[in-house]
Structures are given as C-alpha cells and as structure tokens.
C-alpha cells in the first residue's frame, strides 16, 4: 500500500514536468515560428533582400529608359519639333517678357559701361551673325563661364540699346533648375527672362535640352557654356566641353551658326562668395569668328561614325577654339593693364611738372623743415605727416634739419586727379586777388558779423 501511495505520488510529479515541459516546447515552437516569418518577410521585402534588390533594378532601369540616358554606343538622333513644349509659352508670359527682357538687358548695359569698363574686341561678328543672318538660320553662342552673373552681364554689353528692346530676337539660355528653379518665386522670374531649366545628371535627352533645340529650330538664339559650370579657379582655366553642345549642333533642324567669344574680368566684378556686384573693375571680351562643321558633317566618314563620337567631335571643335580666344583675350588684359599703368606714371609726372610751376610761397606754403636724428631720435616734421621712401634730400643744414621740397612729397599722400585740381586753383589764386578790387573782395564770415556789430553799434557799413 505504501509502496503504491509512492508511486502515485511519483506518477502525478512526472506528469505535471510533462506538462510543463509539453508547455515549454510549444513556447518555443510558436516562438521560432514567428521569428522565422518575420525574417522571411525582412529578408523578402528589406533594403538587402532579394526581391528589394531585383525591384530597385527594375525601377532603375526604368528610369533610366525614361530619362533616355543610354550608353556613348546607344546615342541616337532626336528631333524636336517647332511646336514642342508650346503649351507652357501663354500669352500672359510672352507679354512678361517682352517687358522684363529688355528692363533687365538696359540695366546691365548701364552696370557694364557706366559703373565699370568694358573692351570689345570683334563686336561686329556678333552684330552680324544677330542681325544679318538668314531667316531661318539659328544662332548658338558659346564662352566661358567665370561668374554666376555672366549672362546676363556680359552678353548685355556686347549689345546695343536699341537690339536690347527687342525681346522676341534676344537669347534664349539654359540655368541649372537647382539653382535658379527653387521655388515659384524665382522660377517665374527666370521664366520671364527666357531662362530654360536644365536638371544636372539626367542626360543630354532631357526636356531642358529639347527645348532648347526647339528655340533654335524656329530660328532663335541661344545662349550656352559648353563647360557645364562656372570656373573653379576663379577664370584661369577653362574645363573641357560638353557633349550637349553637340546635340544642340546636330539634333537641330538647320545646322546652327556658332560665335564664340572669351572674356575675363567678370570674378572682380562677381567674386565666388559674394552676393552683391562690384564696380570700377575693367573687363576684356574678344569674339571669334563663326566656327564650321562641314569637314565633321558632309563627309563619307561621317556616316559611318556613331552619333556619340560625332557631337564629341563638334564639342571638343568648340572647346579647342573657346582655349585659343582665351589665351588671346588673357593676352590683351595684360597689355590693358600695362598700358593703363603706364599712362597713370605719365599723368603723375605731368601733375608733378605743374606743381613745379605753382608760387607756394604765395600760398603761404612754401618746402617744410623735418628733423632727421638719430635711430633713437623721434623724428619731428612740420606742416605735413611723414612719408616713407623719401631718398633724394633737395639739400642739408649742417644742424641736422632736411629741406624737402612740397611737390616731391605730396605725391605720396593725393591722386593724380586730386593734384592736378589743386594746381590748377593755385596758378589762378594770386592773379584773382590781384585783379580783383578792393572794395569787391569777398568779405569773410567773421569779418562778417564784425561789420554787422559795428554798424548796428556806429550806424554806418565799412567795408575797407
């Protein structure tokens, strides 16, 4: 009975571990089931999953095909029709930019030619490839870019007033949408002023460069850097050009006339950094002559070379040609620059050759006295504040005190302009006093009031 009572107990103790372990075991199960299914979808539809991975190539192959940025082998002819985006130029806008185009294009040319100097060399092709060409013959002009504000700077100074007025013939040109397409605000403006928004990475098949050929096959004007940016040295080098150029050459309907011109000058006036134009700054653009493309086109070679090699063959043309103006123009600045400084020595010795002639001592202004000691000597000077680099003394004291004479140090301290101005006062000071009766000459201020006092005080003016 014992022995029983024993194994009953025994008995009941095994089957609640039985439980409990039956209870253990389908925990797990059901736990591992549910961690495995949820790995399965992480792994199925994760970043680093098969299917994640084989739809994000899928979709980039899309947009790839979308985009139309094929491979150099793959490049095609496109053509754009006349019409092509016509939808978006309402009449509201046209209206916009028949007023805004020319505004903005006057004020540029006063900036340019008012408030700093502008050197053109070759203005004329320009004027005749703008105003003499064919109807319906294109027009594309490509320069280098050196500041953000080259167009519509530059391209409004080589123009005259009276071109500037007409909106409908003046250029058309392409602007990154990230910079000058942000936001409604800035895009209307640009809009108004015939800028064209390009997107940087979505190929030379864009709807930017569409409507850009599309303004040249109704025979307008564009204006492009065949570089894709501005110069990152300031303007020292020019970078190579691109392929696009090349689809805006051969995709149009007529084979484009191409000016070239080079300029420098425009990162004084339009630093990197700075948000605001400088004035009094001088810049120098040289235009070329058109360049050509029958050799590249109208050949047996040329139909058998791949559409790619081909608008690499018109942009490296172009780039080629935009290197020599450079050197050219870089050339004249110097020259420019040499000639201005040596016509500022030249003005300085005629100032100084006036001053010469000048009577100080009628002027109460005759050569001052300066102490010239020892290194341990404070120097002591008169009437004038010291001038560095003084080497040929005029004459010495044997007392230690230096005669200077007054020409030969305030050419350190006033501009040329300033000097002349001065002399010219001088030369006339003595003779005005001398022709000029007593009895007429302007009486002072305080002499003035004195006269005034005394009269109120004697009841008479005396004016001797």
Not at 358 to 375: H, K, R, T
Request: aromatic share 8%; with cysteine.
């Amino acid at each position: 009975m014992e022995f029983f009572f024993k194994f009953k107990r025994i008995d009941h103790g095994d089957l609640w571990k039985n439980k409990a372990r039956y209870l253990q075991l389908q925990l797990r199960d059901r736990f591992r089931v549910a961690v495995d299914r949820h790995r399965s979808r992480q792994t199925m539809f994760s970043a680093n999953g098969y299917f994640s991975s084989t739809m994000q190539r899928w979709l980039q192959r899309f947009r790839d095909f979308r985009r139309e940025s094929l491979p150099s082998s793959s490049f095609y002819l496109k053509r754009v029709s006349r019409d092509f985006n016509a939808e978006e130029d309402s009449v509201i806008l046209r209206m916009l930019q028949a007023v805004a185009v020319p505004v903005l294009g006057n004020v540029c040319h006063v900036f340019m030619h008012g408030l700093n100097r502008v050197q053109v060399y070759g203005v004329v092709k320009l004027h005749e490839a703008l105003l003499h060409r064919p109807k319906d013959r294109p027009l594309l002009t490509v320069s280098n870019h050196v500041a953000s504000v080259d167009d519509p700077f530059v391209t409004a100074s080589l123009l005259p007033p009276r071109v500037l007025f007409d909106a409908q013939n003046l250029r058309w040109t392409l602007c990154a949408s990230d910079r000058c397409f942000k936001n409604p605000i800035t895009s209307t403006f640009f809009k108004t002023v015939k800028v064209l928004p390009v997107s940087r990475g979505d190929g030379i098949y864009q709807k930017g460069m569409d409507m850009a050929i599309s303004k040249l096959n109704r025979g307008g004007w564009v204006h492009i850097f065949p570089e894709g940016s501005r110069s990152r040295d300031g303007g020292k080098t020019m970078g190579s050009s691109k392929r696009g150029v090349g689809r805006l050459i051969l995709d149009a309907d007529n084979i484009p006339m191409v000016v070239p011109f080079v300029h420098t000058g425009m990162q004084e006036i339009m630093p990197v950094g700075a948000s605001i134009p400088r004035i009094g700054k001088t810049v120098t653009v040289i235009i070329g002559d058109p360049i050509h493309f029958d050799d590249l086109l109208n050949t047996e070679e040329a139909r058998h070379v791949s559409r790619g090699k081909l608008y690499d063959a018109v942009a490296s043309r172009i780039g080629n040609r935009l290197q020599e103006l450079k050197v050219q123009v870089d050339k004249l600045a110097i020259e420019e620059a040499l000639h201005s400084h040596n016509c500022s020595i030249k003005n300085t010795e005629r100032a100084a050759g006036i001053l010469q002639m000048v009577d100080w001592e009628s002027l109460g202004m005759e050569s001052y006295l300066s102490l010239e000691g020892n290194s341990t000597t404070q120097r002591q000077e008169i009437l004038m504040p010291p001038t560095p680099n003084v080497t040929q003394p005029a004459e010495s004291s044997s007392n230690g005190y230096q005669r200077m004479g007054f020409s030969s140090r305030i050419r350190d301290y006033m501009d040329q302009t300033e000097l002349m101005s001065f002399a010219a006062r001088g030369l006339f000071v003595k003779r005005r006093a001398k022709e000029v009766p007593a009895d007429r000459r302007e009486v002072g201020p305080l002499m003035a009031w004195k006269q005034f006092l005394e009269a109120h005080a004697s009841g008479q003016w005396n004016y001797t």
